[in-house]
């Protein structure tokens, strides 16, 4: 039971490169985000989505897009990676927005 | 203006001592869901326990309770018997139904150390 996995665990960027997050869960859940968060500090919620082909923004937004193209499925780009964006980075999960959360492990995202 | 607060940035704990996490937050919204996560040194976000706004008892799971005060908008987080292992980062988050899709907003944290 794999429950939320993201890929990759580490990455490494410099400046101006691009790249995307995985988040994959097979919990057949609707409701998937991505949160970062910064050295002590909390999660923030960068985008969201509330069904396969939906998308929206949350509280972080600006850097990041994001596609759900199948339900299981939450990817999230960084077309220009900023020094800003050295983060952890979690996808959660849940069934209903009632409910708790499913955390992926989390990326170190480092952008140099 | 923040919604939910976390005004201890940092605990100590006797081992087998009871501690309490505090947690006040803010809605407009009658429906809501409010959790404890636990983020130890390894990172993952582990769930603790939930309460929901129209829940007349508070949460209990194990050793854990939330000490839940509506009037008040508290949720505050009780650990009883601490262990070693409960030494952790602590989140308190809420969701809320009706008007924000479910959307979770997180406290800043409070790290809890426990003392041999």
Redesign the interface.
């Known amino acids: 039971n794999a429950g939320v996995t993201q890929t990759p665990k580490f990455r490494v960027l410099k400046t101006g490169q691009s790249m995307t997050l995985l988040c994959a869960q097979d919990m057949n859940h609707e ?1 998937m ?1 991505w ?1 970062r968060q910064d050295p ?6 960068i985008h ?1 989505s ?1 069904g396969e082909g939906t998308t ?1 923004k ?1 509280e972080v937004p600006d850097g990041y897009n994001v596609s759900r193209l199948k339900k299981q499925n939450f990817l999230l780009g960084l077309e220009s990676a900023a020094p800003s964006q050295t983060s ?1 980075y ?1 996808c ?1 999960s ?1 069934f ?8 992926g ?2 990326t170190q995202l480092s952008v140099l | 203006a923040q919604k ?1 607060t976390q005004t201890q940035p940092g605990m100590f704990v006797q081992e087998k001592e009871a501690v309490t996490l505090d947690c006040t937050y803010d809605t407009s919204d009658q ?1 809501y ?1 409010l ?1 404890w ?1 636990k983020q130890p040194s390894s ?3 582990i ?1 603790l326990i ?1 309460q ?1 706004s129209y829940d007349e008892q508070n949460a209990t799971e194990g050793r854990y309770s939330l000490n839940f005060q509506k009037a008040r908008k508290s949720a505050n987080l009780v650990i009883s018997a601490s262990q070693l292992g409960d030494s952790a980062m602590y ?1 308190c ?1 809420m ?1 809320e ?1 009706n008007t924000n ?9 409070t790290t809890l150390t426990v003392k041999p």
């Open positions: 409701y985000y949160y002590g500090m909390g999660l923030r919620l969201y509330v929206a949350g952890v979690f959660a849940s209903r927005d009632s409910e708790k959360l499913f955390f492990s989390g | 939910i429906s869901g959790f996560y990172g993952e976000m769930f939930y929901g989140f988050a969701r139904v899709a479910g959307k979770s907003t997180f406290g800043d944290g």
